[in-house]
């Protein structure tokens, strides 16, 4: 167990590495730099200017020069200041980081609470009349666009039912839950609708999947109760595939929704991260991209402890007992 | 859970999700010193001299007071000094610098009333401090042009000072650029001026009272969401109606029109509201509820033409260009005849305005008798070739994403291709279109964008040929199109530096005939914005220009 703790934790932080790496070349790579944005913006900024702004934000120096200063200092624990928001990174982060995990943690349970009976449901009797259902709302989960179902629930409980707030996040302190909840119920309703349609499909699979198997029919042989034998023999089992798309969807919960955010707006890190990228803000999308990263290694760092909870033929080293 | 503990279970939820809802019907109830007013973007720093961003302005204007601005008429006034100084009344003196450079002394006097939010008068240490911040060269301010320019202040008084400018030009007594700080909060976080743009209190105390000298200051904002202006305890001005004005930024403009429709909004602000198509739209729709306000401006839509490419450096090309543009179609069928079309880079309503201007009206015949002229004749498939066997094929470029643009490009696209020339659309987003093909000339052909400026804006930057921009000059400098005309730059200069109207008026309509002459750029339409005010809402009176609405928010009432 230690020697695979260590090993993964030493295959996560090259990891992330790398991928500083990629994400900052990646932003640097785009064409122009802020400096070109501002003087498309304002035709009176001179050639003087221009440079002089330009080595004031350390945007002379080579991409590569500019990297190694940033993991130096990221090294030291400064990860330095957000060049859109005038503030250091981690405090320009944290609202934003806040605001999306409490909406996408909710969605993430919610939709992991309801899918995962209903592709239970459905794997039961293949081709019934219940699996049709549930894949024919699954299927409409999966293709309708969230942002189209964010206008309907805004059209619906906002202008016409006048119910709930049509977007925003209440501002000051000490707003209380149901004012808080009333800004989060149509973006949750939007995005749960949207992730369920996935999730149920792959539980569904691979429950099916499961059931075909030899110690299912022999338990079914011996008059194990259904029940038992979905819920207890085969659920466990066909955990293991939808396990792993549920790490790779945690990440998720901290990188946000870009368009059900800015319809809700919701200044949330989907937002964020697309502002910082589109404004040349590269430590800031760099932290919050890292960020989404170390939580996505994390979750699947999880994913492979719970794999050896469900299926004890499994060892952290990857050999079967 | 049995059956019956599921059932309590069910009916707590269903008296939560009532009482929920029933909660949540906010939108219904306003009070009536309250507005909401709703815009797409949010500002990135309050910081009124670091970064040049509308958002901010907008806001801003609500909660200062520049020393000048100019007002719905166009008209320069002052508005946080006494008097405008000028040559006639005495305030203004053309001087000589050291230099022997042709320079100009303008006193200010700013109004004894006048005081920051925390009822420190506002004074020329504020004057003095703010022009050492911008002309700071570490202090990250983006135009620094005019605090190199104003070399020298001479304190009088408290309120009165002097302005040294090296250079007299006919703008001498506009200040809309030049911000006044807080000495008494700022100067402390000015003390290391390379950290100057993290540690400002406009972006590290925002609530702070004493940071605002308008109607308004800042009492909370959610970052990326919401900003909330409160009345100025100490504003010494006409006292505002609204106790509250609330600020919501709402990204995606359906969203923002079902927030109006909502009630979650009051207004939609027509600097940064509903592009024309949608508003058009919506006026339709729900114009009988709302005031619908359409204020064409100072928004010059235009097509840049790379005059470095071989076709579109013959006269005769580019005229036929705009000979088989349609432009009065374009404006009727997509945009309700709110945005008429451009003769010039000079609005109609700008007092400089040269009416006898060429005008091209739409005449297909003329355009492919130019062409012809020009040495397209051979036709294969509808699309004209020379005698070298080239194709007249452009390629026209935009912001992609923006529908109204795109919109016009297809119609381009059908009434070029009519008599015979054959274009190529590539759109780019905005963040690569204005980063680099733009500003960096990429553009082999045209492109098509929009420039925003104050009433008498000089085009120095746009037509004049030390403006072109290249690797040697740091790619600053706006003139894209590569346009060199020695009698331009004449002509440019010489506006900037003549003091009589009736002289720079006659100069204006020389630039402005040099323009429809050898057409640098295809005039396109002068941009409407429209403003979507609630009918209770009175005295919102548009700018169309620079200088937002929100400077005169002490007017609104219901």
Redesign the interface.
């Known amino acids: 167990m230690i020697k695979f703790l260590f090993s993964r934790s030493i295959q996560g932080m090259v990891l992330l590495l790398i991928m500083s790496f990629v994400i900052y070349a990646l932003i640097g790579l785009?064409?122009?730099?802020p400096i070109?944005?501002?003087?498309?913006?304002?035709?009176?900024?001179?050639?003087?200017?221009?440079?002089?702004?330009r080595a004031?934000?350390g945007l002379d120096q080579p991409l590569m020069t500019r990297y190694l200063n940033w993991l130096t200092n990221a090294f030291s624990g400064d990860f330095g200041?957000s060049r859109?928001?005038?503030?250091p990174v981690f405090e320009?982060l944290q609202?934003?980081l806040m605001r999306t995990f409490q909406l996408m943690g909710v969605v993430f349970v919610l939709s992991l609470v309801i899918a995962l009976p209903l592709g239970v449901l459905a794997s039961r009797r293949p081709g019934s009349k219940t699996d049709y259902t549930i894949n024919l709302l699954a299927f409409a989960g999966i293709s309708i666009p969230p942002?189209w179902l964010?206008?309907l629930l805004?059209?619906l409980f906002?202008?016409t039912l006048?119910?709930?707030?049509?977007?925003?996040?209440p501002?000051?302190d000490g707003q209380g839950f149901?004012?808080t909840?009333?800004y989060f119920?149509m973006p949750v309703m939007a995005l749960t609708l949207a992730n369920i349609g996935g999730h149920t499909r792959y539980m569904r699979a691979s429950m099916i999947e499961t059931l075909k198997n030899d110690y299912i029919r022999t338990a079914k042989a011996k008059g194990v109760p259904e029940k038992k034998i979905l819920l207890h023999h085969a659920l466990r089992n066909a955990l293991i595939p939808v396990v792993t798309i549920i790490a790779l969807d945690f990440g998720n919960i901290f990188s946000g929704a870009l368009i059900t955010e800015?319809?809700?707006?919701?200044?949330g890190m989907g937002?964020?991260i697309y502002d910082a990228i589109?404004?040349n803000d590269f430590n800031l999308a760099l932290v919050a991209l890292l960020f989404a990263t170390v939580l996505t290694i994390a979750a699947n760092f999880i994913a492979d402890i719970c794999y050896v909870a469900l299926d004890s033929r499994i060892s952290y080293g990857g050999q079967k007992q | 859970m049995t059956g019956a503990s599921l059932k309590r279970f069910i009916h707590k939820i269903n008296i939560f999700i009532f009482v929920l809802l029933l909660n949540g019907n906010v939108s219904a109830a306003k009070p009536g010193d309250s507005l909401t007013i709703g815009i797409t973007q949010y500002p990135s720093t309050f910081n009124p001299v670091i970064d040049a961003m509308m958002a901010k302005t907008y806001i801003l204007a609500m909660t200062r007071r520049p020393l000048t601005a100019y007002d719905q008429d166009w008209k320069l006034v002052c508005m946080l000094c006494v008097t405008l100084p000028t040559i006639e009344n005495g305030l203004a003196k053309p001087e000589r610098t050291k230099n022997g450079k042709r320079g100009i002394a303008v006193t200010f006097q700013i109004k004894p009333e006048a005081r920051w939010g925390d009822g420190v008068p506002v004074t020329s240490k504020d004057v003095v401090f703010s022009w050492k911040v911008g002309r700071n060269k570490k202090s990250g301010v983006g135009n620094a042009e005019f605090y190199r320019s104003l070399y020298k202040i001479n304190v009088i008084d408290d309120k009165t000072f002097t302005l040294h400018f090296d250079k007299l030009t006919f703008t001498y007594n506009s200040l809309g650029g030049f911000e006044l700080l807080p000495e008494h909060i700022e100067a402390v976080n000015f003390s290391d001026p390379l950290k100057y743009r993290y540690k400002t209190a406009y972006d590290t105390d925002t609530f702070n009272e004493g940071l605002y000298n308008g109607p308004y200051v800042i009492a909370n904002r959610q970052t990326g969401s919401t900003v909330v202006l409160e009345k100025n305890p100490n504003w010494w001005g006409r006292k505002p109606y609204f106790k509250t004005i609330t600020v919501r930024v709402i990204g995606n403009t359906s969203a923002m029109e079902a927030n109006l429709l909502s009630g979650g909004i009051d207004m939609i602000a027509g600097e940064l509201g509903l592009p024309l198509d949608q508003a058009l739209s919506f006026e339709k729709r729900h114009g009988r509820k709302f005031n619908v306000i359409f204020k064409p401006g100072l928004i010059y839509e235009h097509i840049d033409l790379n005059l470095d490419n071989p076709f579109l450096k013959d006269i005769r090309v580019r005229r036929a260009l705009i000979y088989a543009m349609n432009r009065d179609a374009i404006n009727s069928q997509l945009f309700d005849g709110r945005q008429p079309k451009a003769n010039s880079s000079v609005n109609p309503l700008d007092r400089v305005y040269a009416d006898d201007v060429p005008v091209y009206d739409y005449n297909p015949a003329k355009a492919i008798k130019l062409l012809k002229q020009a040495g397209w004749k051979k036709t294969r498939k509808g699309i004209r070739y020379n005698d070298k066997g080239e194709k007249l094929s452009f390629t026209i470029m935009t912001t992609s994403g923006n529908r109204s643009r795109e919109l016009i490009e297809q119609v381009l696209q059908s009434q070029w291709r009519a008599v015979g020339i054959d274009i190529r659309i590539k759109n780019e987003p905005a963040r690569v279109f204005f980063g680099q093909t733009v500003t960096k000339r990429l553009f082999t052909g045209m492109a098509m964008y929009a420039w925003i400026s104050s009433p008498e804006s000089v085009p120095r930057t746009t037509l004049h040929s030390a403006h072109i921009p290249d690797k040697f000059n740091n790619y600053s400098g706006q003139n894209y199109t590569g346009y060199k005309n020695p009698e331009m730059n004449r002509v440019l200069e010489k506006i900037e530096v003549e003091l009589d109207f009736r002289k720079r008026k006659n100069l204006w309509r020389k630039l402005q005939f040099m323009y429809a002459r050898d057409l640098p750029v295809i005039p396109l339409y002068f941009r409407a914005n429209a403003y979507i005010l609630p009918g209770w809402l009175k005295n919102v009176k548009p700018t169309g220009q620079q200088d937002p609405t929100t400077l005169w928010v002490e007017d609104w009432k219901r």
């Open positions: 785009m064409p122009g730099d070109d944005l501002m003087i498309s913006a304002n035709p009176r900024i001179s050639s003087e200017d221009a440079a002089r702004l004031l934000q200041y859109l928001m005038a503030k320009a609202p934003a942002f964010a206008i805004i059209i906002s202008v006048g119910w709930l707030p049509a977007g925003g996040v501002i000051g149901l004012k909840a009333q119920i800015t319809v809700f707006s919701i200044p937002k964020l589109i404004g």
